[in-house]
C-alpha cells in the first residue's frame, strides 16, 4: 500500500497558479498516480493520472487539459500538479491517489486504492 501526503494548496486570485504536492512513501513503481479533487455538493471529479512505469504516460480530464499538468518525480518520490489558469470554478478539496492497476476508465476514482488526507485549493475572483 502507498501511503500519500499532500500539499501546497492555499488561496489564489482568478487567472494564478498553484502547484501541488503529494509525497508518496511505500512501492510507487508501476504505479498509477492521480490527482482528484471535490467540491462541496459535487461529486468527486477526477483530473489526471500517471503511470510510474516505464512509459510514464499521462491523462487528462477534458476540463483540465491545456491548464494543468501532472508530474512524477521518481528520485523524491513526489507527484506534482501544476494548475495554470485557475478559474473560481477550480475550488475544491485535492486529493491525491494511487494503485496499481485501472480499468478502461483511467481516471474512475472507485479503482484508486489509496488516497491522501487532501489540500484544500480556493479560488477567488
Known amino acids: 500500500q502507498v501511503h500519500l501526503v499532500e500539499s501546497g494548496g492555499g488561496s489564489v486570485q482568478a487567472g494564478g497558479s498553484l502547484r501541488l504536492s503529494c509525497a508518496a512513501s511505500g512501492y510507487t513503481r508501476s504505479t498509477w498516480l492521480g490527482w482528484f479533487r471535490q467540491a462541496p455538493g459535487k461529486k468527486r471529479e477526477g483530473l489526471a493520472t500517471v503511470y510510474t512505469g516505464g512509459s510514464g504516460y499521462t491523462f487528462y480530464a477534458d476540463s483540465v487539459k491545456g491548464r494543468f499538468t501532472i508530474s512524477w518525480d521518481s528520485a523524491k518520490n513526489t507527484l506534482y500538479l501544476q494548475m495554470n489558469s485557475l478559474e473560481p470554478e477550480d475550488t475544491a478539496m485535492y486529493y491525491c491517489?494511487?494503485?496499481?492497476?485501472?480499468?478502461?476508465?483511467?481516471?474512475?476514482?472507485?479503482?484508486?486504492?489509496?488516497w491522501g488526507q487532501g489540500t484544500h485549493v480556493t479560488v477567488s475572483s
Open positions: 491517489a494511487a494503485n496499481k492497476e485501472l480499468g478502461d476508465d483511467y481516471l474512475d476514482g472507485a479503482l484508486y486504492r489509496s
